[in-house]
């Protein structure tokens, strides 16, 4: 049986097909333009595949809520073209398939949980740095939604003595996205983080924001793996720098081998998938 | 068939025997002694009463992995008579049945969304605000542990433009537990809580804190109800500034009708079993 899959991201739909064993057979990746742009081009790509379901792996804030009249509707996005956007009643109309939906997040931490980096524990904390900062939580073989879903990145963290910058956030101006997503890491220093390697307090200072997040997350979820994603982390010398400042955060509360000098590296890692993990989590959200 | 529970907290155990109905038909209270003396009590209550599995909501730090060879037995506890003693082999060797363990606020949240003000949702968070904060999470019928258990009052918050106490939390100073637990209340003001009703900056700091902090559980839980008990939260005054704080904090980023002034008190709520959650909890956790 083949199944579909999208990862619905903020600049870019991946589309793929794909089968019960979690194998992707094709993929295209399209433009997150306007819905009467996007939408056409998703429809067209799928409409000969044969899929029988249709996995959704989505940004938001989107409504998860099954019970909701809008369930699956996009909310106030910072993407304006897509407020309100039924995202899921559109694609399960036009492809006449039945389609789940859930965070792109969510699916990453879940497909990180089933086939990368993650697989031998039962619970994965999935964070992405990129142009916002995002996370999603898989627990014994459920991903987390709620009143609505996590939305990690607008916690308010402790500036940094050394900061003056005021943040990006629209909402709430200096949490953790608006202090240490991608633009405000380029607004604060005036350059994009890739020409700024080797610049030490730039790095410092991410570090010192994404690990006191962490530390905040190990305190509420308990993960048994962190696994951090997206564009920012492709900064390999950041990794480090974070297992050592979460380790000192902690101050020895929380009793873990994982959480020492000696085995952090395996607690806090890159993803298994690369840039897979978005649309492989989406497939197996149709996966029986 | 007879069921034992035991709410092992920092002050007093809550030993009760129950049926699979849920309902206690027996109780006693004993203060939190050095191990040598609270035990053999313990062993004495339960010897005769028939029981043929023992719940165990207990406090911690405590090791919850089943896997690991320390199982059931508490850490770097602050009641240091209890450091390293394996409560949960000690209770399954001595009273010869089957011992089920998680943590004190883990069993209070499952036993509120079981039998007390979350009966009607599938997520529930307990926060419990008294000599420390702690809190449990229910999702779907499990509780939340991990890597450890989550430890909720140890997060980081931001400070009060207006607060100079440097916190009590020997482990991070000015924690969440260390600026908002009860003796952080009483050595920040000079008088205990209930002396210092009608002192308006009291209350509005303590909701500021707790408020803060639930923000950040409602961006990383994301939970269908949030409870709050403990001894602080004796003081009701705190519900509706905690309320109004949290949507000020929020700045409407989580759309739900829960989070609007009409309805959030039907969202951050009492405790509908008063004190009888973590005895009803460690019941429910052995009952089929």
Request: with cysteine; net charge negative; aromatic share 8%.
């Amino acid at each position: 049986m083949l199944l579909g899959a999208i990862e619905a991201g903020g600049t870019k739909f991946v589309l793929a097909v794909g089968n019960q064993d979690g194998e992707i057979l094709d993929k295209l990746t399209i433009p997150t333009e306007h819905p009467d742009q996007t939408i056409p081009k998703v429809v067209n790509y799928f409409k000969d595949k044969g899929i029988k379901k249709l996995g959704l792996g989505a940004f938001g804030p989107i409504d998860l809520n099954q019970k909701s009249p809008t369930y699956g509707q996009l909310q106030k996005t910072p993407k304006t073209d897509w407020v309100d956007y039924p995202l899921g009643a559109v694609l399960q109309e036009k492809l006449s398939v039945p389609v789940v939906i859930d965070t792109d997040v969510n699916v990453a931490a879940m497909a990180e949980a089933k086939f990368g980096n993650a697989t031998d524990v039962d619970s994965c904390l999935y964070i992405t740095v990129g142009t916002g900062i995002g996370g999603g939580f898989y627990y014994r073989g459920q991903t987390l939604n709620g009143l609505s879903h996590p939305e990690l990145g607008h916690i308010k963290v402790r500036r940094h003595p050394d900061d003056r910058y005021q943040g990006t956030c629209p909402s709430h101006g200096d949490c953790l996205e608006g202090l240490a997503a991608g633009p405000a890491l380029e607004k604060r220093w005036g350059k994009k983080g890739d020409q700024l390697v080797g610049v030490d307090e730039v790095w410092e200072m991410e570090a010192f924001y994404l690990a006191q997040a962490l530390t905040i997350f190990i305190y509420v979820l308990s993960p048994e793996r962190i696994v951090l994603g997206g564009g920012v982390m492709k900064q390999k010398q950041l990794f480090p720098l974070i297992r050592k400042y979460v380790i000192d955060m902690l101050n020895g509360y929380v009793s873990s081998p994982y959480l020492t000098a000696d085995q952090i590296d395996q607690y806090i890692v890159a993803p298994g998938l690369t840039d897979e993990a978005g649309i492989k989590g989406a497939l197996y959200l149709v996966m029986d």
